[in-house]
């Protein structure tokens, strides 16, 4: 006998312990009762010690049986673990698919491409929500789209991209307050940046890999929505800290100039779309974030 079949044959002899019978365990399994006697015995010849003592009214542990049953009972107790992990894998959930994204890109990058998506697949519906994500309360989204990755074994984590950072202002500006010659020149403007954590926002640049500075400001405007550092850039307000691909345009048509143009800002965090593991194999799951994807990863990516 080969032994790939004794966790199968070890699971038997729990169900048969807990049935109490060779005939309710075989109808519960949907197995002829003569193939369970064949398995047992088959299990009592490959360990050497017999399991069951059989009467014709009952069943009864054998010392040996008694002892091996709990480590026998674990292996259904997980077979049913894996079933059920399983079908909820696969199961559809009726109702729209739900996807929550964070204000700071949902409203730039999400917002767009729901039409584009609704007219590709026409049986999706779609709940969107612009909001923090909470990772802790996954019932309450299907897909969320977030800035930063994770490594959690409850979630797939699919990463978007990293949008590169860069100064601009418009001509207009740069005109009047005049135009930053080093990192330095920064602390005398107004600068519009990402929410601080204080009064001070630290402007980390480098050049090469010898160069680097830091400049400590205090921002004109911090706010967390790149949409709104875009707006008050454009308006004139100040020099903005933008993710590039928000002032692409600006900056070919000329309406936005690029401040220090020779200094690189670090790399932000990426742009991830984050669903429960569960839903992996959820079509609608399967095609958002890939219809995502293709129209993400190319937005973010440096002109």
């Not at 308006?235 to 020779?262: H, M, N, Y």
Request: aromatic share 6%; with cysteine; proline share 8%.
């Amino acid at each position: 006998m080969s032994t790939i079949w004794m966790p199968a044959q070890m699971a038997l002899f729990a169900r048969i312990v807990d049935l109490n019978g060779f005939s309710a365990a075989a109808r519960a399994l949907g197995v002829p009762k003569a193939a369970a006697s064949r398995a047992i015995a088959e299990l009592e010849a490959a360990l050497g010690v017999r399991l069951l003592e059989r009467t014709t009214r009952r069943i009864h542990l054998t010392p040996v049986g008694r002892l091996l049953y709990p480590h026998c009972r674990r292996i259904v107790d997980e077979a049913d673990a894996v079933r059920a992990a399983a079908a909820s894998a696969i199961a559809v959930r009726g109702g729209p698919l739900r996807v929550m994204a964070d204000p700071t890109y949902g409203r730039v990058l999400v917002a767009p491409i729901v039409p584009r998506f609704l007219e590709r697949f026409p049986d999706v519906q779609l709940d969107v929500v612009m909001q923090a994500v909470d990772l802790e309360n996954g019932t309450d989204w299907d897909v969320a789209v977030r800035v930063g990755a994770i490594d959690d074994a409850r979630f797939v984590c699919r990463e978007l991209g990293a949008p590169p950072a860069v100064l601009c202002a418009t001509p207009a500006y740069l005109q009047a307050h005049g135009t930053p010659a080093k990192p330095a020149d920064l602390a005398r403007h107004a600068l519009l940046t990402p929410a601080a954590t204080g009064p001070e926002y630290r402007v980390h640049l480098h050049r090469g890999t010898s160069q680097r500075e830091e400049v400590s400001v205090h921002p004109k405007l911090a706010v967390n929505d790149p949409a709104v550092l875009h707006a008050s850039t454009a308006a004139g307000l100040g020099i903005g800290l933008l993710p590039e691909f928000l002032c692409r345009q600006g900056l070919v048509t000329g309406k936005l100039v690029r401040v220090l143009p020779d200094w690189s800002l670090p790399a932000t965090m990426p742009l991830c779309a984050i669903y429960p593991a569960t839903l992996a194999t959820d079509r609608r799951v399967q095609v958002y974030v890939e219809f995502l994807a293709a129209n993400v990863i190319p937005a973010l990516a440096t002109g």
